[in-house]
């Protein structure tokens, strides 16, 4: 049926009809009076989102090219950084940061396990010399459900006391706290598919003193990307270069609905999602890739039992019309990913639970007691 898709995956995510409606217009100057006023109110209310007082600068890119910016900015070729890596993105760190000279030393994990702190922390306490320029790390690990501890992580980055510390906060802002002034983080990158509650389009980073201390004697060549350059446009409330006139008319709106939810209750409702599909999951007799106590509040990684990721995955998307996520790389066929970040309800989670649960009805999967998920979800929403 047309316009009945539901996305359950962790972005693209879904779009409200009125930040939809937002963007349905005409496009304005950018250097008009006008979207000079967009530009101010955008600015204020993305460090509201942060918890900051930091500049919060407006990239047109992706989550990636946010990350990317974050590296050049501040770093040099040749700089030691220590990399958390446990997925897919941790990985991209890796590999950025490669790409422009950095000396590289990761600190691993099991795709589906958390980093642990103390491995950055033996790392730093064993630089007495301070050679480690930045710690680096992918907040919500999107490619396994997994929330890495950046706050313990980043405890042991402050007793260094020169390092910086960067977060991919891709799919993490909006579904956690995130305090980048409480935790002191140096640089937080993300995206506007996420959380944001918009199209893809915008990078975001999010810049601390210490960082633009840092920005002064980094080396890297940069232009587009130039940091520099979107701070002093965004201090005059301009942009550098022609920005996405109409994701930012919808992002206005977009960041009025979350200042009218308040923090507290978006972080909330991103809990009670989680809880509720990883109930739904344990009562269908399914896996979950991630453990209770390092959680992403973005999506929810589940392993099938007796029937396969991608049959489950193409049921859904065929019969109901729902999008899931699948594995990425070897977790390709062995885990599908449920998305429940930025516009979706507990009734949206209901529906796609229930439609999981008809799914592995129909595959003939042997562990799903039916109704079971739902019963688990229902305990945990009706509380
Ligand atoms: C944690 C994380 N980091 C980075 C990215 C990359 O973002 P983009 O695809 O917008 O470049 C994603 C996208 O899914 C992500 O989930």
């Given at each position: 049926m047309q316009d009945k898709h539901m996305l359950m995956i962790p972005g693209p995510t879904p779009v409200p009809e009125s930040v939809l409606l937002a963007m349905a217009k005409h496009p304005i100057g950018h250097r008009s009076g006008d979207f000079s006023q967009i530009i101010g109110e955008i600015t204020e209310n993305l460090k509201w989102l942060h918890q900051t007082q930091n500049d919060v600068l407006m990239l047109t890119a992706s989550g990636t090219g946010a990350m990317e910016a974050g590296i050049i900015n501040f770093l040099s070729a040749g700089d030691r950084v220590l990399v958390g890596n446990n997925g897919k993105f941790g990985e991209r760190w890796g590999k950025i940061a490669r790409a422009f000279g950095l000396e590289v030393e990761e600190i691993t994990a099991e795709w589906g396990k958390a980093l642990d702190p103390e491995a950055f922390k033996a790392k730093l306490e064993a630089d007495t010399e301070k050679t480690i320029k930045a710690v680096i790390i992918t907040?919500?690990?999107?490619?396994?459900g997994v929330l890495n501890d950046l706050q313990t992580i980043n405890t042991h980055v402050k007793a260094h006391g020169e390092a910086l510390i960067m977060v991919d906060a891709v799919t993490s802002l909006g579904a956690v706290s995130v305090p980048v002034d409480e935790w002191g983080l140096d640089m937080v990158a993300s995206g506007?598919?996420?959380?944001?509650?918009i199209p893809p389009g915008l990078g975001f980073v999010a810049v601390s003193p210490k960082a633009w201390k840092a920005y002064e004697t980094a080396t890297l060549p940069k232009f587009y990307l130039d940091l520099g350059t979107y701070k002093k446009a965004t201090d005059k409330n301009s942009s550098p270069f022609t920005p996405p006139i109409n994701l930012m008319f919808g992002l206005k709106v977009a960041l009025e609905m979350m200042k009218a939810e308040g923090l507290e209750a978006m972080f909330t409702r991103h809990q009670r999602l989680t809880q509720a599909t990883r109930a739904a999951a344990r009562g269908l007799g399914l896996g979950l890739f991630a453990p209770d106590d390092a959680a992403s509040h973005a999506v929810t990684a589940v392993m099938p039992s007796t029937v396969e990721a991608e049959a489950i995955r193409s049921t859904m998307r065929k019969q109901f019309d729902i999008a899931l996520a699948g594995g990425q790389d070897h977790l390709k066929g062995k885990i599908f990913r449920i998305g429940h970040l930025g516009f979706v309800s507990e009734r949206d989670v209901l529906t796609a639970i229930a439609a999981l649960e008809a799914t592995l009805e129909r595959l003939g999967d042997q562990g799903a007691k039916s109704g079971a998920g739902m019963a688990a979800a229902a305990q945990v929403l009706g509380n």
């Open positions: 907040h919500s690990e999107t490619s396994t506007s598919q996420k959380g944001y509650m």
